[in-house]
């Protein structure tokens, strides 16, 4: 019996060894396992050079680079209309004309008087050169020369005032008289606008003051284009702040040489201020530690050192360096993990960064 406990106990003892042999020494271990001289893939991002600026937002309504509404100045009937609705005019052109049948005729008159009165002049004159009149006469002939000339003048303007012209090239609206309407002074005739530039209107809140100044840049969209931006500048800042929006009111100027702009159109306005050259690289390269910001640059011996650099503003996904490194350094966007000085890596996109 004691025999059997002694092979027992040696069966135990074996068992318990080929457990801890199987479970023990062959388990795989959790303590990390070095990495050595491993080289790590790694994706890069080019530090670029990108104009970039400040951007403010506004609503703005857009008015016509000069607008004024024709009207008659004089009474009459309406003789003939020389225009069509939306037609683009000429300045000086004329567009509509009143019956001047007693003005040219008054004219006529005063043109034959001129006539007369340089005849009677030029007879007088040979007179007072022979002492045969004398020179208070022949005076008295240059002044009623001088008042024909100023009765041609006015009579030109009473028929000229029966033709209804465009002060300026534009084009004109929808018409508001017919041929054979009797107008007076003030009767409107038609719009007239010149829009081959715009005027954008909008407000910007007072804490934009210091930094507001014709010359900036701008950007604006309407809703009836939303697929082209349109570009434009600054023109004039407001010299007051309305006190109860506490806002300025800035015009800018857009150029309209296609038409597609008109006024009235309401537009989303970017203003650009601070415009300025700097060097850019994806939000995704930074690497903050405390108060201070590093990114990973990759030499090319493909070498990896980790630089600190100071930032400025950040832009869609990008963010601005001030100091640090330069136009054309290699990044690490994705693989930053665990990297330190002087390791090597792998670039895996290296012809799409050099590209």
């Known amino acids: 019996m004691r025999t059997k406990v002694i092979i027992a106990?040696?069966?135990v003892g074996i068992a318990g060894v080929g457990a801890w042999m199987y479970f023990g020494g062959n388990a795989p271990s959790n303590k990390p396992v070095a990495r050595g001289n491993t080289v790590r893939s790694v994706v890069v991002a080019t530090a670029q050079r990108k104009e970039l600026g400040d951007h403010i937002e506004a609503?703005?309504?857009?008015?016509?680079?000069?607008?004024?509404?024709?009207t008659a100045k004089t009474q009459g009937i309406i003789r003939s209309i020389a225009f069509e609705d939306g037609q683009?005019?000429?300045?000086?052109?004329e567009i509509a004309a009143i019956d001047a049948g007693a003005e040219d005729a008054a004219l006529n008159v005063e043109l034959a008087n001129l006539e007369q009165q340089k005849k009677e002049l030029g007879r007088t004159e040979e007179l007072a050169n022979s002492q045969h009149v004398s020179k208070s006469k022949l005076d008295e002939?240059?002044?009623a020369v001088k008042k024909a000339e100023a009765n041609v003048a006015a009579a030109r303007v009473r028929t000229g005032d029966r033709r209804i012209v465009a002060p300026f090239g534009g084009i004109v609206g929808t018409r508001r008289i017919s041929v054979g309407a009797l107008v007076s002074p003030g009767t409107v005739v038609a719009t007239l606008d010149d829009i081959s530039s715009v005027k954008l209107d909008f407000a910007i809140p007072e804490t934009f003051m210091a930094s507001l100044k014709p010359g900036l840049d701008i950007e604006a969209i309407a809703s009836a284009y939303r697929d082209q931006t349109f570009k434009g500048k600054v023109v004039s800042v407001d010299n007051r702040i309305d006190p109860v929006t506490r806002s300025v009111n800035i015009r800018a100027v857009l150029e309209n040489a296609d038409l597609r702009l008109r006024p009235g159109m309401l537009m989303v306005v970017d203003l650009i201020k601070d415009k300025r050259n700097a060097i850019i690289v994806p939000e995704a390269a930074l690497q903050p530690e405390a108060n201070s910001q590093f990114v990973f640059v990759v030499s090319p011996e493909s070498t990896v050192t980790k630089t600190q650099v100071t930032i400025g503003r950040r832009s869609m996904g990008f963010i601005e360096i001030l100091?640090?490194?330069k136009e054309g350094d290699l990044v690490i966007q994705e693989g930053t993990q665990d990297l330190r000085s002087g390791a090597k890596v792998k670039?895996?996109?290296?012809?799409?960064?050099?590209a």
């Open 9 to 11: 106990a040696i069966l």
């Open 59 to 70: 609503i703005g309504t857009l008015y016509a680079n000069e607008s004024v509404t024709v």
């Open 88 to 93: 683009t005019v000429r300045k000086g052109e």
């Open 141 to 143: 002939q240059v002044a």
């Open 323 to 325: 100091s640090g490194i």
């Open 347 to 354: 670039v895996l996109n290296a012809a799409d960064a050099k």
